[in-house]
């Protein structure tokens, strides 16, 4: 294994020119398959309230669930930097709160950093959990806890007083110590415009290509979300349909005892028609 990633060198691989990549986990399998592919890394997205534990969004998940989803990915990754998502009302309702769950996310799940959304106005929130000792990603634009406010999952940043908000949110964290921010669904432009403005890496996610990192939801990547695609996810492979197939062939050959085969079934030595006699 190589040289276990800290928060240090994802802010130098900024300064190097080099893109992050981020992908999210929810499972200690698909942790140890993204650790071993290089990722660098690993976010116990909030969004898995909606791709694995079937939510209609991220607002019911509880620092609980976002524990033991933590705690099973922390088994998998040994090289990528693991991150903990905060979950809604685990941080908003105060400084306290902010530092106690984020230190849950280190001290229950071995995770080396947490994320919480929001700008300007969590700066101070931000500041006392980075007191604390715990490094923290920020994350402005689209922010999915607060959806409702925004307006619905659109695009942010489109006009000039939102851009500016936006802008100033980024420096604000940067100023706050954060040692990443999440750029999620804005323009290209502005999100260039960002990341040339702050000293830490901004992580696109549909914002366009001149992000210092991309991140995307694992399962959107592996097609294996039907319920919502997002158009500015790209569908490496579409793992939905596959798993149907393999689904549908075990059940038929169940079915029809084609399956187990031989070739999958364990053989006796002595003969079962003798046991039957003693
Ligand atoms: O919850 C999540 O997966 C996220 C990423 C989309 C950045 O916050």
Redesign the pocket.
């Known amino acids: 294994m190589s040289k276990k990633i800290t928060p240090p060198d994802i802010v130098e691989m900024k300064r190097a020119g080099e893109k992050i990549t981020m992908l ?1 986990a929810s499972d200690a399998s698909f942790a140890r398959m993204l650790d071993a592919s290089g990722v660098e890394i690993v ?1 116990v ?3 898995l309230g909606m791709v694995v534990l079937g939510y209609d969004s ?1 607002v019911p998940v509880t620092m609980d669930e976002m524990i033991h989803h933590a705690q099973a990915v922390r088994r998998g990754v040994q090289r990528a930097l693991l991150v903990g ?1 905060m979950p809604f009302m685990s941080y908003q309702s105060g400084v306290r709160d902010a530092i106690l769950n984020a230190g849950r996310f280190l001290k229950e799940a071995g995770c080396d950093a947490v ?1 919480l959304e929001g700008g300007a106005e969590i700066c101070e929130t931000v500041k006392a959990v980075i007191r604390a000792g715990i490094p923290v990603m920020g ?1 402005i634009g689209l922010t999915p806890q607060t959806a409702g406010q925004l307006g619905g999952y659109k695009v942010q940043g489109k006009d000039a007083d939102s851009a500016r908000k936006l802008l100033d949110d980024a420096r604000a964290l940067n100023e706050a110590g954060v040692f990443a921010v ?1 750029l ?1 669904c804005i323009p290209d432009r502005l999100a260039k415009l960002i990341s040339g403005a702050i000293s830490v890496p901004t992580i696109g ?1 549909g914002a366009g290509v001149h992000c210092d990192g991309q ?1 995307l ?1 694992t399962h959107d990547l592996l097609g294996m979300y039907e319920k919502f695609v997002p158009s500015f996810v790209k569908t490496y492979v579409n793992l939905a349909p596959q798993i149907k197939e393999g689904i549908a062939s075990f059940i038929k050959e169940v079915k029809t005892e084609t399956y187990p085969d031989p070739e999958h079934s364990f053989t006796m030595q002595v003969d079962v028609g003798e046991l039957l006699k003693k």
Do not use: A, F, M
């Open positions: 999210t976010l997205g909030d969004s991220t998502d994320k994350h999440v999620e996610i991140v939801v």
